[in-house]
């Protein structure tokens, strides 16, 4: 069974920096992106950064230059380094991972950590 546990949300200052990790687990050979979404009160979730098992990395265009994505294949863990945060960062980030390759399965479907507050706020 695959599991995404995430940790590292908070209450920070605007201008203040979190770091949050994303470890999945479940005998897993591969996983082929990992990635981090976010959803505030009353909006849609949207895609903040994802990186693939290559390095590849892709940010929505809010947080280009602020925010760095990162993995550990070894580790199976994705981060997601959050400076310069803003009141506007404020919501719920959830780790994705896709296309993900145990030792007996591949799992094509998403699958979704249990989300983790991050507010910004003085």
């Known amino acids: 069974q695959v599991q995404l546990v995430e940790s590292g949300g908070g209450l920070v200052q605007p201008g203040g920096s979190l770091r949050l990790s994303c470890a999945a687990s479940?005998?897993?050979?591969?996983?082929?992106?990992m990635g981090w979404y976010r959803q505030a009160p009353g909006k849609e979730r949207e895609l903040v950064a994802r990186?693939?098992?290559?390095?590849?990395?892709n940010y929505v265009d809010s947080v280009k230059g602020r925010f760095t994505i990162s993995r550990d294949n070894a580790k199976n863990t994705v981060y997601l380094q959050m400076n310069m945060l803003k009141p506007e960062d404020t919501a719920v980030y959830y780790c994705?991972?896709?296309?993900?390759?145990?030792?007996?399965?591949?799992?094509?479907?998403?699958?979704w950590g249990q989300g983790t507050q991050v507010t910004v706020s003085s």
């Open positions: 994705n991972a896709a296309g993900i390759a145990t030792s007996t399965k591949f799992y094509g479907s998403d699958y």
């Open positions: 479940g005998n897993i050979f591969s996983i082929n992106t």
């Open positions: 990186v693939t098992s290559g390095g590849i990395t």
